[in-house]
């Protein structure tokens, strides 16, 4: 199992940018296909971004492309969520999450942290 903390939430104006972190600890992080969902209040959880355990193939959900990367630190456990060009309907918690492969579904993933509110006010 992977423990997953979630941080870098907050409150932020249209046009901002934010960083969100997620450290992983537990079992070899380098297994594991890492993503991050959102899910905003009344609305289903949704894919956002993924990434392999090498850092050679992501994926993204077309609400973010071009404004959101992701990145990951396998010497820090950690993976990174860039957002920029901030809308207010980008207003969500935020989950990172753990699998063992790319997947876009949420179904497929193990692990999954505690969640950070993203904030985004017009």
């Known amino acids: 199992q992977v423990q997953l903390v979630e941080s870098g939430g907050g409150l932020v104006q249209a046009g901002g940018s934010l960083r969100l972190s997620c450290a992983a600890s537990g079992r070899t992080f380098r297994s594991y296909a890492m993503g991050w969902f959102r899910q905003a209040p009344g609305k289903e959880r949704e894919f956002v971004a993924a990434i392999s355990w090498s850092g050679v193939s992501t994926y993204y959900a077309d609400s973010v492309k071009g404004r959101f990367t992701i990145s990951s630190d396998n010497a820090k456990n950690t993976v990174y969520l860039q957002m920029n060009s901030l809308k207010p309907e980008d207003t969500a918690v935020y989950y990172c999450?753990?699998?063992?492969?790319?997947?876009?579904?949420?179904?497929?993933?193990?692990?999954w942290g505690q969640g950070t509110q993203v904030t985004v006010s017009s």
């Open positions: 999450a753990a699998s063992s492969a790319l997947y876009t579904d949420s179904s497929k993933y193990e692990d």
